[in-house]
């Protein structure tokens, strides 16, 4: 049995370190209503965190008509970006990250968002003296519940499987994170409940970033695997 305590942790950003879920949701809920293929919101939640391939599968099915597949990703990207200046962190979410950081843990942002859309996410946070790593949509072949960009980030920040824990908001975080057996600790600040995500295989779950930071020194993060 390993006795290491992990040497790094991977962040998802949307949901889990930012509050975007439900300006997602409603930026794809008015993509689909644009484009007269109407899923209510509570459907379009229950999505997010996937990628945009697989979150169009799972809302319309596979079989569909793709050729309006580009349209509803534009339609998407551009009610999303109007969000991007008011993008506000969930609570303590950089001083997570910090102490984190202090405790000599490498802070990697395993995320698929695009370079643009990254930009907004970081100055929300305002941490990037802390910041180790960051992924993007760039990085991934395929997205969530794949482990793709969670392959990327451990190759890019040179850490392995072994000695990371991943923290993420929705069930398809911790699918990608069981696909490689790496730890995933649940925050239910995404919308997902407790339930849910310690029914997928979350090791721990927390209502929030601020939630993790009072109970760092006993959680997953800092404990010997």
Partial sequence: MRTDQPNGVLFDVDGTLVDTTYLHTVSWWEALRQTDQPVPMATVHRSIGMGSDK???????????????????????TLYAEYWERLTPLPRAADLLRACAERGLRVVLATSASEAELGALR???AADDVIDTVTSS???????PAPDILVAALTQSGLTAERVVFVGDSVWDVVAAGALSIPCVGLTCGGTSRGELAGAGAVAVYDDPAALLGELADSPLTRPR
């Fill in 55 to 77: 979150l169009l599968d799972h809302l319309l099915g596979p079989e569909r008509d793709r050729d309006a597949d580009e349209k509803l990703r534009d339609a998407h990207d």
């Fill in 123 to 125: 100055r929300a946070l």
């Fill in 138 to 144: 760039a990085d991934a072949q395929q997205s969530k």
